[in-house]
């Protein structure tokens, strides 16, 4: 199983930005995906996620400015990041369960200049 983000940059406040994140070894249109972050110094936070039935989900903060998204074509998993803000700075990693074990991708940094 292998996970590979993409995306994360330094962007301006109120910018955009789009996080992907590649999947491999895993039957990917029965998962649920979630997209996590770690600002620096804090805990890992769920940020959105996607059932395999397209059912999203958000945390609060996120809520009206991001959106999880999928391709089942490609595999593939979204966060258009819109309207940002530099409490968004955080590493960012996608993340499924396969077979009861939690997989994670490297991580994609995203920084927000205010």
């Known amino acids: 199983v292998r996970l590979v983000e993409s995306g994360g940059e330094l962007v301006q406040a109120r910018g955009s930005l789009r996080l992907s994140c590649r999947t491999s070894?895993?039957?990917?249109?029965?998962?649920?995906m979630g997209w996590y972050r770690q600002p620096p110094g804090k805990q890992l936070e769920l940020v959105a996620a996607?059932?395999?039935?397209?059912?999203?989900n958000y945390t609060d903060p996120v809520k009206g400015r991001f959106t999880i998204s999928r391709n089942n074509a490609w595999n593939t998993v979204y966060l258009q990041m819109n309207s940002l803000k530099h409490e968004d700075t955080a590493d960012y990693y996608c993340?499924?369960?396969?077979?009861?074990?939690?997989?994670w991708g490297q991580g994609t940094q995203v920084t927000v200049s205010s």
């Open positions: 070894g895993i039957n990917f249109k029965i998962h649920r």
């Open positions: 996607i059932s395999a039935d397209g059912i999203k």
């Open positions: 993340q499924t369960t396969y077979e009861s074990l939690n997989y």
